[in-house]
């Protein structure tokens, strides 16, 4: 007599469950065929350029990039801008994304709205706009002057300050959308657990919402990182001369001195420089807080 619950006859159930996995790995293959076209072989492309000499396979183009001289300091340069944009958007989008994960469901819809609207913009339009504010007759000169607080306009164009504030301004919305993504996962009944058993709301974020949310943070920092890496235009426009980046190195050597192996070799030290940070911190991140970035509990 059958008691209504279908019980699997054999092993052919739980093969089936994992054969499962398996055959829903076809699904990531138009992926695996576009990552394979437009990423691998032209960075494999790349990296054959950076390694041909005039007599054939040479280092000598690693020897100019990593060598004593102009362009070891730009990418070191490079990577330390990146990492206080990184830091900087973290710092200022956590704050927004964990407001905007607060909110019923029905506001977030117009905060989202608010904080995707910049991205609706060109980036070259928006880097224009902190020319107009940032100006010595600008919106900010202006208003300083007209308070009283400085007796003449201000350098604040073509200065690191003004790389900073135009590029995290560029990349604040991704950061927050990547932890507001993370935060919503977040069951928020342990919150009120915690506040049934006696702990403060302060001591509740902390022990509970940040460390679970922590994994957003890292994987947000990732992303600006990375993206930061690449920026020339903002840089070149709002910063000068003395904020060139190796992205505005790689441009000149690939349009202007027609020198492709200098540039694909900086591509390439760029791309592993990349790779070596987000790695570094992704195990550091791993190794002190024992999470992995996937984000809260749900």
């Not at 957003?216 to 003395?242: E, Q």
């Amino acid at each position: 007599m059958s008691d209504g619950v279908a019980m699997p006859r054999d092993g052919k159930g739980a093969a089936r469950g994992r054969r499962a996995p398996l055959s829903s790995l076809w699904l990531l293959a138009p992926a695996a065929v576009l990552f394979l076209f437009v990423f691998i072989l032209p960075v494999g492309e790349v990296a054959l350029w950076s390694v041909q000499g005039e007599a054939g396979l040479s280092a000598e183009n690693y020897e100019a990039a990593l060598g004593a001289g102009p362009y070891r300091t730009i990418l070191f340069g490079t990577l330390q801008l990146s990492f206080g944009v990184a830091c900087a958007c973290i710092l200022v989008g956590y704050p927004a994304a964990y407001f905007l994960a607060s909110r019923p469901p029905r506001n977030r819809t117009l905060l989202l709205l608010l904080i995707l609207t910049p991205l609706w913009v060109s980036v070259l339009v928006r880097t224009f706009g902190w020319i107009v504010v940032l100006g010595r007759e600008g919106l900010v000169n202006s208003m300083l002057i007209g308070i009283g607080a400085v007796d003449g306009p201000l350098q604040m164009l073509y200065t690191r300050g003004a790389v900073y504030i135009a590029m995290v301004q560029v990349l604040l919305p991704v950061a927050i959308l990547v932890m507001f993504s993370t935060m919503t996962t977040i069951n928020r009944s342990l919150l009120m657990a915690s506040r049934i058993l006696g702990a403060s709301p302060w001591r509740g974020f902390v022990h509970i919402f940040l460390p679970l949310s922590a994994g957003g943070a890292v994987n947000a920092w990732m992303l600006t990182f990375v993206l930061a890496l690449g920026f020339f235009i903002t840089p070149a426009l709002v910063g000068g001369p003395k904020e060139t980046m190796i992205a505005n190195l790689i441009a000149t050597q690939i349009t202007l001195t027609l020198d492709w192996g200098l540039g694909s070799a900086l591509g390439v030290v760029l791309l592993i420089a990349g790779f070596a940070v987000v790695g570094a911190i992704a195990l550091l991140f791993r190794r002190v807080t024992g999470l992995s970035g996937h984000g809260g509990s749900r």
